[in-house]
């Protein structure tokens, strides 16, 4: 047997539902994806096995012979899965919320706050699955699901958490030592301290600072996989970063961190919430509306 790794899970799901229904669109509709990133998963699937699965088409798709071979193989192999995984699953609890999210939203936003929402509503549960990209994202256990990913391409049944701001903050020891005293203005005074920015997303430090009035071709020096490591570090000392609103919130209320600028700059990619699997439980209902009033309420105790 080969000790090679197997291709991602999530890109055999994405090629099963597409071949299934004979549409990457369709196929992002039932898997929760955008139709971009389906079309991603299908296209590294084809790159490593060295063959097209699909025929493009101006008006649809169509199966190669080498994805009508590996169709049923990988169908059998999902039921599979899915039956295994079935034998496992606990009795559907009703006072058991399940939130998929990302590390940054756990740690930085709803531990502060979950203490709240249990105490609000007695004898709830819950249990937070954290992932990091769209694909690991489980939508046959959660209730609830916290994405973060393009603003524009948001399910339509997403709603925005927070209003899907960028935000330039630092450490208030690093703005005392550093800040010159002139009538330049904040990024002008700071343009010699290292810029720590997220990869993964489409909002960059060029486009902030051109967005206040002060075009720059400076490139950020620390680049993080997450807003919650840019808070991190930005909290430490090391530099000013460029971080999501919603995230750097409660660290700017605690003191820990200061916005560096006035001005908040809309995401291209953000954050949404919505419930899951057609989930209209009393829970899943009230945590959704909940956690929406603490963003904004986060956000606008942090940056009025």
Not at 17 to 45: D, K, M, Y
Not at 75 to 94: K, Q, R, W
Not at 176 to 184: E, L
Not at 284 to 297: D, G, H, L, S
Request: overall charge positive.
């Amino acid at each position: 047997m080969s000790n090679r790794a197997l291709p991602p899970i999530g890109w055999f799901r994405s090629f099963e539902s597409a071949a299934r229904l004979l549409s990457f669109t369709a196929a992002a509709n039932e898997l929760g994806l955008t139709q971009s990133a389906v079309s991603q998963q299908i296209r590294s699937l084809e790159m490593r096995f060295g063959c097209a699965l699909f025929v493009r088409k101006s008006r649809g798709i169509a199966l190669t012979d080498e994805g009508r071979r590996l169709l049923p193989q990988v169908s059998d192999g999902i039921n599979n899965l899915t039956a295994a995984s079935a034998a496992f699953e606990p009795a559907a609890d009703p006072k058991l919320l399940t939130i998929a999210t990302s590390v940054s939203v756990a740690q930085w936003f709803l531990v502060p706050r979950l203490k709240s929402f249990i105490k609000k509503n007695n004898g709830v549960r819950i249990r937070i699955q954290t992932t990091v990209w769209p694909d690991e994202f489980v939508a046959s256990t959660a209730d609830v699901q916290i994405r973060f990913g393009p603003i524009d391409s948001t399910h339509s049944t997403s709603k925005p958490l927070g209003s899907n701001r960028i935000a330039l903050v630092s450490s208030p020891d690093l703005i005392k030592k550093n800040a010159k005293k002139t009538s330049s203005t904040p990024i002008a005074n700071l343009s010699h301290l290292p810029l720590i920015q997220s990869v993964g997303t489409s909002d960059t430090w060029q486009q902030f600072s051109e967005h206040v009035g002060e075009p720059s071709d400076r490139q950020a020096s620390i680049f993080v996989d997450s807003h919650g490591m840019s808070v991190d570090f930005a909290k430490s000392g090391a530099g000013i970063a460029l971080v999501s609103a919603l995230i750097s919130a409660p660290t700017i209320t605690a003191g820990a961190l200061v916005p560096v600028h006035s001005t908040l700059m809309r995401a291209k990619d953000g954050y949404s919430v919505e419930t899951l699997n057609g989930n209209n439980s009393a829970v899943a209902k009230k945590f959704t509306a909940w956690i929406r009033t603490e963003a904004q309420q986060a956000e606008k105790l942090a940056f009025g």
